[in-house]
């Protein structure tokens, strides 16, 4: 568990504790937490591998089904344009509820909406594994986004309030931190792996599994923390939550019919009048949800934009390129998961690399370095063929996963650079819905528009493979173009400044 990637960072420090938050502990479990020793204990090391373990397991039920989707469709009836939605059923709850879920967390209890969440996780996984039809199964995902969107915020505030501020809290949140960056590629190898050799139904039985056993170890390690008894921003809450949902709904099911459907454009159109609503109820709240002054700094609003970016058009193109192996290539799953496992170890590889290039000149400059990077290597997939690609497809990918982390790991040091301790976690918790939001929106985004012009060639009279690649290749496109467009504005808003 203990992955190098973001441990050496030399340019910030962690993020700090919020100034407001009181954990109740025994004795014992204080003393471990504000020891001097930079090493973990036997408990902090069992309390930290439950923490990541939890955090890795949602990472991974975002890739985990990619390589298993075009033997998942028959089996429960869902066409081409409809098995997206395997993968979005889960990642819409996901991206629209975290906000509201961590700030319960904070009311509540985070231990309470910590193991709330992990039970409900894998309650859904079971559920997901065992549904005879297309609706119990996307229910199950469904309820699976529920519980990832209760773990995710709870789960990265008990890390911070089990360890000091300093070094262990560092290390800590970086080994997290690399988990959860790495979870996607490592579900694609191991869902090519599963359904070749136990079928598709195994990927989330496996969910099940590793749930079941976080379930079992957490109560024993976990103690409660809160944050100071505050009002809840109810429609602050309720406005973001319903904004997001109908923004990735509409996506989702654009990717399904296109964008001509009424529902869709109703949908995004509801979904940005009610995110226009929470930016006027968090600027009159005096107990916001998401302070705006905050996102009036560069480096947290271009920092969080950079990661949105990355993520969404990483875990996009991955989809894509899924698609064209297994649909176009006849590449089987396993053979899949292979090519994405070169992936994974390219991107530990720029993790590793990430804190010595941000060394010498800064995480800001890194950052667009990175952003860019990936964008120039995703433009280069522009040249895959109908008949062939697959080396073309193995190069460009894990070189891209390389520059990817190395976007990943600084994005998160610049948005959460100069704020007050104070200001720490609400700048971590925003870094976190940033990742998750990107990981819900990128596949739909491109899906949508992949399917969608597709189906347009095919209507004038395009061969079928041709029009697959044509809207495969759209899709590539537009990823490029965002990845670039985004690369160059950090470099030239952010690109000046070297963080500490």
Same mark, same amino acid.
């Given at each position: ?29 204080? =003393? ?9 204990? /036997? ?9 990541? +373990? ?24 869902? @066409? ?12 819409? /709850? ?30 859904? =996984?079971?559920? +997901? ?51 959860? +960056?790495?979870?996607? $590629? ?21 969910? *099940? ?27 602050? &809450? ?14 989702? $099911?654009?990717?399904?019919? !296109? ?43 271009? !920092? ?9 058009? #990483? ?20 053979? =899949? ?45 522009? !040249? ?15 070189? &891209? ?32 819905? +940033? #990742? ?11 899906? %949508? ?5 597709? *189906? ?8 079928? %493979? ?20 985004? @690369? ?13």
């Amino acid at each position: 568990m203990t992955m190098p990637t973001t441990a050496s960072v030399p340019e910030t420090t962690a993020p700090e504790p919020v100034t407001d938050t009181v954990s109740v502990r025994s004795d014992s479990a204080r =003393s471990q937490v504000t020891t001097g020793s930079h090493r973990f204990t /036997p408990r902090e090391i069992l309390l930290l591998v439950v923490l990541c +373990a939890s955090q890795f397991l949602v990472a991974l039920d975002f890739s985990v089904l990619n390589v298993a989707l075009p033997v998942l469709g028959p089996d429960l009836g869902l @066409g081409e344009a409809g098995l997206q939605w395997a993968v979005t059923a889960f990642a819409l /709850p996901t991206g629209s509820f975290l906000l509201l879920f961590g700030r319960l967390g904070d009311k509540l209890g985070r231990r309470r909406t910590f193991l709330t969440g992990l039970a409900l996780f894998t309650g859904a =996984s079971v559920l +997901a594994a065992l549904a005879p039809n297309a609706p119990l199964f996307l229910a199950g995902r469904a309820l699976q986004g529920l519980g990832a969107a209760a773990l995710v915020p709870t789960g990265m505030a008990l890390i911070t309030t089990s360890f000091a501020e300093g070094p262990k809290r560092t290390k800590a949140l970086s080994i997290n931190g690399s988990l959860m +960056a790495l979870g996607f $590629t490592v579900g694609m190898v191991v869902g090519g792996i599963l359904t070749d050799t136990l079928g598709w139904r195994s990927t989330m039985g496996l969910l *099940g599994v590793g749930g079941v056993l976080v379930l079992l170890a957490a109560p024993r390690l976990l103690t409660e923390s809160r944050g100071q008894r505050t009002r809840l921003d109810v429609p602050g &809450a309720l406005a973001v939550t319903g904004g997001l949902f109908g923004i990735v709904y509409g996506l989702s $099911t654009a990717a399904e019919e !296109g964008f001509s459907r009424p529902d869709v454009l109703v949908a995004i159109v509801a979904g940005l009048l009610l995110l226009g609503v929470f930016v006027r109820v968090e600027a009159r709240s005096a107990e916001p949800l998401l302070p705006l002054w905050m996102l009036r700094r560069p480096s947290v609003a271009f !920092g969080n934009l950079a990661g949105l970016a990355t993520v969404s058009m #990483m875990t996009a193109v991955v989809f894509l390129m899924t698609l064209y192996l297994q649909d176009l290539l006849g590449v089987s799953a396993l053979v =899949s998961g292979l090519v994405f496992g070169v992936q994974g170890l390219a991107s530990v590889a720029g993790g590793a690399l990430a804190p010595r290039i941000a060394r010498r000149i800064g995480a800001p400059r890194t950052l667009a370095l990175g952003l860019l990077g990936q964008g120039v290597l995703t433009a280069a997939l522009l !040249g895959l063929g109908t008949e062939s690609g697959l080396w073309l497809v193995v190069v460009a990918i894990s070189l &891209a996963s390389g520059l990817h982390l190395v976007a990943v790991v600084t994005y998160g040091v610049t948005a959460t650079s100069g704020l007050d301790d104070a200001d720490q976690g609400r700048a971590t918790s925003l870094v976190t819905s +940033a #990742m998750q939001l990107g990981l819900a929106l990128g596949i739909p985004l491109l899906s %949508a528009l992949s399917v969608g012009w597709a *189906g347009v060639l095919r209507d004038g009279g395009t061969p079928a %493979a041709d029009a697959t690649l044509g809207g495969i290749k759209l899709g590539l496109a537009a990823d490029t173009l965002v990845l670039l467009a985004i @690369g160059t504005l950090v470099a030239l808003t952010l690109g000046r400044r070297r963080s500490r």
